[in-house]
Each structure stands twice: as structure tokens, then as C-alpha cells.
């Protein structure tokens, strides 16, 4: 499994901030004999005569062991190395094919183990990314997107509450004075698990209800006043919004993260 370094979950928080994370047209990938980590700056990068990153294009999204995935869709072939490597345990994904910012990176289920004059490679479908956290199917396939050339929108978020989960046929609470309220997120920071997360920077504040609105099971951040839904997490512990209720989020409690 692949995962995505800071860069890349920032360009996908930031959406949420209002920023358009622009699509990667061209991508390429680069073998390292150590672990790159999250921060997509650490590792060591193989180095011989005749080393280069090599382009790779993804597939569209599709279903793959129960994930939305994206997988490399050619065989990727570098080089022929003229002298034995140490052990190649990882790759990184590029925007660059020198420098640039490293946007996943995975450890090979099997080291790549290169003597004299053979040629390191990988199999097409073996690279595969599907993004972890808690985001709708919709918004899996617009930000794996980003990595096929598709700019994904920046947008002004707003929560609304749901009876059910959204996605499985949970439907958005109504009656007297109930509206969405709108959000606003802080930057992106590294959270304490070491993912890169978002976090309000402002209490989320709905209006008071004037009668009785429904049982409160799932919080949704919607894309605007739109029905397009990015995000989805269950509210805990469950409520009911009667008359006279103010449903709050203090200030930092909500968080969304992506890896």
C-alpha cells in the first residue's frame, strides 16, 4: 500500500480551505533504499550511472478490495545498472523527475535485489494508492484525480447534520430554523499520530432550533450550500435537537486528516 507524504495531504486539506489543489499532469517515480517517511524528504535515493526517475501514468479510479483505487497503468523500467545495489525497499512518486515534491510513497512488498546489468522494475497494477480518511466515494475519486492531471476545486465548507450516514442512505435534519453553518479550518499541521490534519478555527455554530429538528447520528461537510458532500463522520455521542437546542463545536474539536 502507498501512502501520501505531507505535500500531498496538504493539497487535498487545503481544498477544504478554499484553495484548488491543481492536478499532477506528469508524475515520476523514484527508487530509494530507505523509508522517505511522510515528510517526503528523508531516504536515500538509489544513485548509479545512468539513474533517473522514470515517468508512470494512473489508472482511473475503480474498485479494488473494497477501496477506491488508483494503480500504476505501465510497467515502470529504469536504467540498466552497471554495478550491485544495496537492497531497494522503497519508492516515491514525483512531480518532478529531478527535485520536485515527493507526493506518495510505499515500501516494495519484495526489496528489489540488482546486480551488474540488470535493469530494476516494476509491474503495472503494483503501485497502488487509495487515501485514507473520512471522506465520501465522491471525494476519494476527485482527489486520486489530482494525481491523474485533474484539478480539484477549492471550496467554502459548511456542516449539516445527518440522521444515518449520508452514504448509505442517511438523510440531512430539518424543521424550524435549521440551517448549515459554515466552517472555517485552520492550516494544515501535523498531528499528533503524524498524519497532516485540519482543525476549525472558529466554533461551528448552528442557529437555535424553533422546534424539533431530529436525531443528530453524523456530522457532513457539504461543498458550499450544494448537496456534493466531502466528508463524513459520525457525532458522538448521538443526540436529539429539540426545541431551544444550539447545536455547538467548540473551537479545535473538529479535525479532518488525510494520509
Not at 22 to 32: C, E, I
Not at 90 to 95: A, Y
Not at 168 to 197: C, H, K, M, N, W
Request: hydrophobic residues 40%.
Amino acid at each position: 500500500m502507498y501512502f501520501s507524504t505531507h505535500f500531498f495531504s496538504t493539497q487535498v486539506l487545503n481544498t477544504f480551505r478554499g484553495i484548488t489543489a491543481t492536478g499532477h499532469t506528469r508524475l515520476w517515480a523514484g527508487l530509494f533504499i530507505s523509508d522517505p517517511t511522510a515528510t517526503g524528504t528523508a531516504g536515500v535515493e538509489v544513485a548509479y550511472p545512468g539513474y533517473q526517475r522514470q515517468e508512470l501514468s494512473f489508472t482511473p479510479p475503480a474498485t479494488h478490495n473494497n477501496h477506491l483505487t488508483i494503480r500504476n497503468a505501465q510497467d515502470i523500467t529504469w536504467p540498466v545498472s552497471d554495478q550491485a545495489l544495496p537492497p531497494i525497499t522503497h519508492l516515491g512518486i514525483f512531480n518532478s523527475q529531478t527535485a520536485g515534491n515527493m507526493l506518495l510513497r510505499g515500501a516494495l512488498t519484495v526489496p528489489l535485489t540488482i546486480s551488474p546489468n540488470q535493469q530494476p522494475s516494476i509491474l503495472a497494477g503494483d503501485v497502488m494508492y487509495w487515501g485514507r480518511g473520512d471522506f465520501t466515494l465522491a471525494f476519494r475519486e476527485a482527489y486520486l484525480n489530482i494525481l491523474r492531471g485533474i484539478s480539484l476545486a477549492g471550496f467554502e465548507p459548511r456542516m449539516a447534520l445527518f440522521n444515518g450516514n449520508p452514504e448509505t442512505g442517511g438523510f440531512e435534519l430539518s424543521g424550524d430554523g435549521y440551517g448549515r453553518a459554515p466552517i472555517s479550518f485552520a492550516a494544515p499541521q501535523v498531528s499528533q499520530s503524524g498524519v497532516i490534519s485540519i482543525r476549525n478555527e472558529n466554533a461551528i455554530a448552528f442557529p437555535r432550533a424553533m422546534g424539533t429538528w431530529g436525531l443528530w447520528t453524523h456530522d457532513a461537510i457539504t461543498r458550499g450550500e450544494t448537496s456534493a458532500i466531502a466528508g463524513v463522520l459520525p457525532n458522538d455521542p448521538v443526540e436529539t435537537i429539540r426545541r431551544n437546542y444550539n447545536p455547538r463545536i467548540a473551537q479545535g474539536e473538529y479535525e479532518i486528516w488525510h494520509s
